[in-house]
């Protein structure tokens, strides 16, 4: 089972920036992928940002150019640098992704951080 560690979220004015941290660990599997996904009041779990083993990564649309994900030194870290945010950014940011072993692929998730972004 994948342990996730999350950090980084916070109040922040429009236009201004934050930086989260996400660490996962726990498994000998591989990690196919490790992201950020955020879920605002009476919305479904929507991708932000994620980063493959590969390292290519993709993007919402309503965040290229503001966000960007990058690999942390540890294993299985990432961080979501954000900049430019909008009060639309507000959410529950979950850090998650999926593992697998021989034959089954599953889904991980963190707590969730709130990022919350005033006018």
């Known amino acids: 089972q994948v342990h996730v560690v999350e950090s980084g979220g916070g109040l922040v004015q429009a236009g201004g920036s934050l930086r989260l941290s996400c660490a996962a660990s726990?498994?000998?599997?591989?990690?196919?992928?490790i992201g950020w996904y955020r879920q605002a009041p009476g919305k479904q779990r929507e991708l932000v940002a994620t980063m493959y083993s590969d390292s290519s990564t993709n993007y919402a649309d309503s965040v290229k150019g503001r966000f960007t994900i990058s690999r942390g030194n540890a294993k299985n870290t990432v961080y979501l640098q954000m900049n430019n945010l909008k009060p639309d950014d507000t959410a529950v940011y979950y850090c998650?992704?999926?593992?697998?072993?021989?034959?089954?692929?599953?889904?991980?998730w963190g707590q969730g951080t709130q990022v919350t972004v005033s006018s």
């Open positions: 998650g992704g999926t593992y697998s072993d021989q034959s089954t692929e599953y889904v991980y």
């Open positions: 726990g498994t000998t599997f591989s990690i196919n992928a």
